[in-house]
């Protein structure tokens, strides 16, 4: 019989396990990828130390891969109606049975909070089989979301995008960007580099990545940033800066992508009046922060809006986009190093320590 290695976080702040899966056998409508690829990112780090709550562990990491399908029983179909057969190289939506029929997918039409909803590589256990990417192979389970993986996107571009590239297009999705609009985005890492990269594709006017890491700035302009803000300079002079660059408005746009709880505040005081804020930098609980209801939100007429995952929509373009704009921006350096699957535990401990924004999982190729 067939068998596959995985690696699993058995639980929090324990070592990785490299474990053996029998082959499953395939529900119909369900398909079995052979792993190419698949990635580490800051997630992973926050699995493996415990800080994401309702973790079924054990679990298999890896939330965003790539694979070339083994196996499918029945017909299978992407979102455009092509057929999925064996051989093909595909990737897949990390987010799988949210329900269309609950309050949240259908009456408040955010399927992000839908109750059931599970994601591969952090809500499936182990023990429910091979639903997670750090694995020579994975269980595509009936109705997920495969799409066909574009033969000129390499997989450095893709995974150096991956998560972080999705949510920076729904937290521009729900900015509404307007061309010639100025754009600060408070967090150089994974999410705000993408950020900054489509808020420059949205026809923004001025970007500004605000860091505290000067490469990570250095890096922003690569990604399309027009000026930068070390946070090293102090509050007060960072607010007087964001006036200097605006003609003493503030930004039309600020996105938060730092997980700092501070940030939110100095989002407020940033934005113009009558500005948008979109908070998604608090993936994991970093604590509050004290905001002042009249200063910073109701008078200065303030859109301030969470963003919370993504949809479908957002991976489908996601992936057009790191096809379309990958040459133009350099999502494949955020992936620098890549690595075996017995050597995952280096690449999360590289990506723990931050020597890799994000690091490649490469099973086999
Ligand atoms: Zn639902
Ligand atoms: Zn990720």
């Given at each position: 019989m067939t068998s596959y290695v995985a690696a699993v976080f058995p639980g929090p702040n324990e070592p990785i396990e490299m474990r053996e899966f029998p082959e499953p056998d395939l529900e119909s409508g369900a398909a079995l990828l052979h792993t190419l690829y698949s990635e580490v990112c800051g997630t992973d780090v926050h699995l493996h130390h415990g800080r994401l709550s309702d973790v079924p562990y054990p679990i298999i990491p890896g939330h965003v891969s790539v694979g070339v399908v083994a196996k499918t029983r029945g017909t299978l179909q992407t979102v455009t109606g092509d057929s999925i057969r064996e051989g093909d190289i595909v990737t897949f939506l990390d987010v799988h049975e949210t329900c269309n029929s609950c309050y949240y997918c259908l009456v408040a039409n955010e399927p992000t909070r839908c109750p059931s909803r599970k994601v591969y590589g952090i809500t499936y256990s182990a023990n429910d089989g091979?639903?997670?990417?750090?694995?020579q192979a994975i269980y595509m389970k009936p109705g997920v979301k495969m799409i066909h993986f574009p033969k000129d996107l390499a997989a450095e571009t893709f995974i150096g995008g991956g998560c972080g590239l999705v949510t920076a297009l729904h937290a521009v999705d729900l900015a509404g960007i307007r061309l010639g609009e100025s754009v600060a985005v408070m967090g150089a890492g994974p999410v705000g580099q993408s950020v900054v990269a489509l808020a420059s594709l949205s026809g923004a006017g001025e970007v500004i990545a605000v860091d505290g890491v000067k490469s990570r700035l250095d890096f922003a302009r690569e990604m399309g940033a027009t000026n930068t803000i070390d946070i090293g300079i102090g509050r007060p002079d960072r607010l007087e800066l964001a006036r200097s660059m605006t003609r003493g408005h503030g930004f039309d746009v600020v996105i938060e992508a730092s997980g700092n709880p501070e940030a939110v505040s100095e989002a407020l005081d940033i934005v113009r009046d009558a500005g948008r804020v979109i908070v998604?930098?608090?993936?994991?609980?970093?604590g509050s922060v004290g905001i002042h209801p009249h200063w910073q939100i109701n008078r200065k007429h303030v859109e301030l809006r969470g963003c919370w995952g993504s949809r479908y929509e957002h991976f489908h373009r996601g992936v057009e986009i790191a096809a379309r704009f990958g040459s133009a921006k350099p999502w494949s350096r955020m992936a620098s190093e890549s690595y075996a699957l017995a050597d995952v535990a280096t690449a999360l401990e590289a990506v723990a320590n931050r020597s890799a924004v994000k690091a490649v999982v490469r099973v086999s190729d």
């Open positions: 091979l639903l997670g990417g750090w694995s998604c930098g608090h993936y994991t609980d970093n």
